[in-house]
């Protein structure tokens, strides 16, 4: 019977440990509601771009829309970072940063969403033609939780 108690309590307690420690894992990650390139008219405006066709030269920018689940931290701040990747023609990667937010990556965002992140990558002439894709990832820095999208485009 002692036997059987101690393998029960032991079931018990080893059960309790478990629970404790994934609750302090990240539940689930961060929603985008749509990812998209968009480019700077002469006035500064964002417009949306219908096609992902671009020329050698161009700057590609991929923009997260409505990025929401961010977590305040202690301070009363949301934190958050991004990353970039670039990959060629061969799918080989030719670009990746992190950190692209750095100290900038705090505030306080109403409701917990970070509305429209977005990264830049700039082609140069020399690129061959061909489809090209570019990743953001976005990290919540309090909790732990990230999503990332990645979309291809075409250099023509």
């Known amino acids: 019977m002692r036997r059987k108690t101690k393998m029960l309590i032991t079931i018990f307690l080893a ?14 990650n961060l ?12 006035q500064g405006a964002w417009t949306t771009l219908e096609e ?10 991929l923009v997260l829309l409505h990025v929401t689940g961010f977590e ?5 701040l949301h934190h958050y970072e991004m990353n970039i990747e ?11 940063q992190a950190g692209l937010y750095g100290e900038n990556g705090k505030a306080l965002l109403p409701g917990g969403v970070l509305e429209y992140p977005c990264g830049t990558y700039s082609t140069t002439p020399d690129f061959r033609p061909g489809k090209y894709g570019i990743k953001l990832t976005i990290f919540d820095k309090v ?5 990332s999208r990645r979309k291809e485009f075409t250099l023509q």
């Open 52 to 61: 992902a066709v671009f020329q050698p030269g161009d700057d590609v920018s």
């Open 72 to 76: 305040i931290g202690e301070d009363g």
């Open 31 to 42: 929603e985008v509601e749509a990812a998209m390139f968009a480019k700077p008219d002469p």
């Open 143 to 147: 909790s732990g939780k990230q999503a």
């Open 15 to 28: 059960a309790l440990v478990l629970s404790c420690s994934a609750d302090q894992q990240p539940v689930g």
């Open 86 to 96: 670039v990959t060629d023609v061969d799918s080989q990667i030719i670009f990746a």
